[in-house]
């Protein structure tokens, strides 16, 4: 599928296995756009076929030019604030940064600019780009690796139902605390607030669901350290650390949850993000190198992985 980007215009070229779809289709079932947006762009005439008002009823033939105003300045949402930034992904569409330890993912109080979301805004501004920072998901502050960013209102509105529909994979190493004897296995436990904290989470019955699954990659019995890869099935907040360390095994590093002081921080790494692109459907992968000085995983990565 040719997708390019001309001025203002994203300018796509219909593939073959969209004819017989007509516009109106192609933005509700196919990109499963949101209605409002459909709306928006249909009532403000910023959509046109082959350089003319569509017949959003028409089917289309291979080839035909769908043209869509789609790229527009926007304010940035949060403040530019230099910092530097790995760059796993990048198109017209979307970015994957891979974000460093001890750094929120966005500003969480009026001000805040140490944040990635503000190191975004930066390299937008530098790169002469007015775009609006619109997050898809979210790491904690001292957990390392992949986080995916869109680059307009629709590839966002799209990349926020395929996460909710589980299309975004997310997969993360762990270094845990011990060596775990089942080598694979679902937690499926619901999460909910400690009340006795103001920030840490615990296994509880009332909670949220929670579906973790786990893997070992490879385990230290001498160290007493197991390397662990989980994917989620859901997003709560510090789910993998709360499964783990309920399971007797936090992770290295994690104090908040029991884990050694083996690391300065929790040993947490968003290691790969797979998903479909929002427009295209072509699969994107993306593996984060790892970010620590000193290094914590390197050690213990098998090699080869």
């Not at 509880?204 to 007493?224: C, N, R």
């Not at 789910?239 to 040993?267: E, N, T, W």
Request: net charge positive.
């Amino acid at each position: 599928m040719i997708i390019s980007k001309k001025g203002p215009v994203l300018e796509l070229h219909t593939p073959k296995k969209w004819e017989q779809h007509n516009l109106d289709n192609i933005l509700r079932n196919i990109w499963k756009a949101p209605k409002k947006w459909i709306h928006k762009m249909r009532m403000e005439k910023k959509i046109t076929i082959n350089h003319s008002p569509p017949d959003w009823n028409s089917p289309l033939k291979a080839g035909d030019i769908i043209q869509i105003h789609l790229f527009v300045d926007e304010q940035y949402g949060v403040i530019p604030h230099y910092h530097p930034l790995e760059i796993l992904y990048e198109d017209n569409h979307l970015l994957v940064v891979n974000k460093p330890a001890n750094m929120d993912t966005h500003p969480n109080e009026p001000g805040q600019t140490n944040t990635l979301a503000n190191a975004v805004a930066s390299y937008f501004q530098q790169n002469g780009e007015q775009i609006k920072v619109r997050h898809v998901h979210r790491l904690d502050r001292d957990t390392t690796g992949a986080v995916l960013f869109a680059k307009n209102d629709l590839s966002g509105a799209i990349l926020d139902r395929m996460l909710e529909e589980r299309r975004i994979k997310r997969t993360y190493w762990a270094l845990a605390d011990g060596v775990l004897k089942v080598k694979k296995g679902t937690i499926n436990k619901a999460i909910g607030k400690d009340r006795h904290h103001p920030t840490r989470r615990r296994v509880s019955p009332g909670g949220q669901p929670a579906v973790t699954h786990y893997k070992v990659l490879k385990s230290f019995p001498k160290a007493e350290i197991t390397l662990v890869e989980c994917t989620l099935d859901t997003g709560r907040t510090h789910q993998i650390r709360v499964h783990l360390s309920d399971m007797g095994f936090p992770l290295c590093g994690d104090k908040l949850y029991g884990g050694s002081s083996r690391f300065a921080r929790q040993a947490l790494h968003a290691r790969y993000l797979d998903l479909p692109h929002p427009l295209s459907g072509e699969p994107i992968h993306c593996t984060a190198p790892f970010l620590d000085e000193p290094p914590i995983f390197e050690k213990w990565v098998p090699e080869g992985k």
